[in-house]
Nanobody, 115 residues
Framework: QVQLVESGGGLVQPGGSLRLSCATSGIIFAIYTLGWYRQAPGQEREFVAQITPGGNTSYADSVKGRFTITRVNPMSTVWLQMDALKSEDTAVYYC?????????WGKGTLVTVSS
């Protein structure tokens, strides 16, 4: 059974940092592209960042320079380091694992940026 479990969300002040993690099981982690997406209240889910099996990364313009995605294949885990957080980063953050014809999502973790 495939599982993606996000953790690390919470309440943080503007300018602060959080580190999200996504622990996976039931997939051959090393061959998947791993991504983070987010959905703010009343808005559609949007891309945040992704990392390929080869370690190539890409980011949404809104988070470039502030967020960093990393993966550790032996741990089957992907992280999202979020720095210089802004109120507009408030959202539920979802982990996604993709491979041709395969697509798995976690249930999300809530990040609230507020003073």
């Amino acid at each position: 059974q495939v599982q993606l479990v996000e953790s690390g969300g919470g309440l943080v002040q503007p300018g602060g940092s959080l580190r999200l993690s996504c622990a996976t099981s039931g997939i051959i982690f090393a061959i998947y592209t791993l991504g983070w997406y987010r959905q703010a209240p009343g808005q559609e889910r949007e891309f945040v960042a992704q990392i390929t099996p080869g370690g190539n990364t890409s980011y949404a313009d809104s988070v470039k320079g502030r967020f960093t995605i990393t993966r550790v294949n032996p741990m089957s885990t992907v992280w999202l380091q979020m720095d210089a957080l802004k109120s507009e980063d408030t959202a539920v953050y979802y982990c996604r694992a993709t491979f041709p014809n395969l697509n798995h999502w976690g249930k999300g973790t809530l990040v609230t940026v507020s003073s």
